[in-house]
């Protein structure tokens, strides 16, 4: 079953106005659901603080989801977590008094904690827009893009086609864990060899001086940004030999600046294929003035989730077994499956860095198999 759009009503505590759908007066709860009866839905996100805006985007995107079809099945009860652990315990509290059976955010790691006890005491299945697979718990999933999971499809990838010695390159940071302990898994796997992990400031990314160790086929260097190019530009400047590599990196290339090197030009990475998230943006720029931040898909997609589920399963929609569907949901960040441990999975696409944007060389499915 794919994600689907559609809905029918908001009740917002945004500080700031934004446009809204046709809104219909709230129903009360029923024991069964019928087309007639809007099903509530908690929407977690952090309107104040630091990240309003983020909350707003996010917020935007699940109205743009809403309007995409005028079939009533949720009323979405929108609750502001401030982007702390008490923000997201107080607004789950609010979500569950106003009835919601499902859950969607926050996230941020803080406040999927502090949201995640309220929701599993009260078994109201949560869907956080978090990629920490740290806070994912049974009823409490996790459906943020997964950085490790990116490294390590391209990097299986690499070796099917041969490039089995790998030297990467990470900042100082949680990114140096991440990939440290995904080489080694694959490294213990036999799928590649490591050929030595350089590690730099985060802040100074061009002072790196040290060259890919001896025989290194490719170098992985999962940043993005100015970061990247930095990075590729010192690389340069010490060894002559640079042009030899295959680069790859993961989900951070994609945005303008992998294109700004031609060096980084056939370099691969794994990520979601863009061209969905382009009808996207120009829909979500279109309605609301502005592109929308990257990860205004994930609330789009998870309001598109719970219409398609309610409309297919009505009073049993949010059971573990239909949100942990096998087959996953096809959004618009491609296929997702949702794991009973809490964690989610991504069907990832590797895309090359072509000399007009990012081209699809090993495309994901659409769904997952069955087990």
């Known amino acids: 079953m794919g994600l689907m759009q559609g809905c029918s009503t908001v009740k917002s505590p945004a500080p700031e106005p934004v446009p809204t759908p046709r809104v219909i007066p709230a129903r009360p709860a029923a024991p069964e659901i019928s087309k007639s009866t809007l099903v509530k839905v908690g929407l977690l996100l952090p309107l104040s603080g630091e990240q309003a805006a983020l909350g707003k985007a996010m917020l935007q995107s699940a109205q743009l989801s809403l309007m995409s079809s005028t079939a009533d099945a949720l009323e979405l009860l929108v609750e502001d977590t401030k982007g702390t652990k008490e923000g997201g315990r107080e607004a789950?509290?609010?979500?569950?008094?106003?009835?919601?059976?499902?859950?969607?955010?926050?996230?941020?790691?803080?406040?999927?904690?502090?949201?995640?006890?309220?929701?599993?005491?009260?078994?109201?299945?949560?869907?956080?827009?978090?990629?920490?697979?740290?806070?994912?718990?049974?009823?409490?999933?996790?459906?943020?893009?997964?950085?490790?999971?990116?490294?390590?499809?391209?990097?299986?990838?690499?070796?099917?086609?041969?490039?089995?010695?790998?030297?990467?390159?990470?900042?100082k940071d949680a990114n140096a864990d991440l990939a440290d302990r995904i080489v080694k898994a694959l490294v213990q796997e036999r799928v590649i060899t490591s050929t030595g992990v350089v590690t730099y400031e985060p802040q100074n990314p061009g002072l790196v001086t040290r060259k890919p160790g001896v025989g290194t086929q490719a170098v992985l260097i999962p940043e993005g940004g100015q970061n990247l190019v930095r990075i590729v530009e010192a690389l340069l400047y010490h060894d002559t030999s640079f042009d030899q590599y295959k680069l790859l990196g993961s989900g951070q290339w994609d945005g303008p600046a992998a294109k700004a090197r031609h060096e980084i030009r056939g370099g691969w990475f794994a990520a979601p294929v863009p061209s969905a998230r382009v009808d996207f943006e120009a829909r979500f720029k279109n309605t609301f003035g502005y592109v929308p931040p990257r990860l205004s898909t994930l609330s789009y997609d998870a309001v598109s989730l719970a219409r398609a589920l309610v409309l297919r399963f009505k009073a049993q929609a949010f059971t573990a077994q239909h949100l942990e569907t096998p087959q996953g949901f096809l959004g618009i960040d491609g296929p997702v499956r949702l794991r009973a441990n809490g964690v989610s999975e991504r069907a990832m696409a590797v895309l090359e860095v072509g000399p007009s944007g990012f081209e699809v060389i090993d495309p994901a499915p659409r769904l997952f198999e069955k087990e």
């Not at 509290?93 to 941020?108: K, S, T, Y």
């Not at 005491?121 to 893009?145: R, T």
């Open 92 to 171: 789950a509290q609010r979500a569950v008094a106003g009835g919601a059976r499902l859950i969607l955010g926050p996230v941020f790691s803080d406040a999927v904690i502090g949201a995640g006890e309220v929701a599993r005491a009260a078994q109201v299945p949560l869907v956080s827009f978090s990629n920490n697979q740290a806070v994912a718990k049974p009823g409490v999933y996790i459906v943020g893009f997964d950085p490790g999971a990116q490294l390590e499809r391209v990097l299986r990838f690499a070796a099917k086609k041969g490039l089995t010695r790998v030297a990467t390159y990470v900042p």
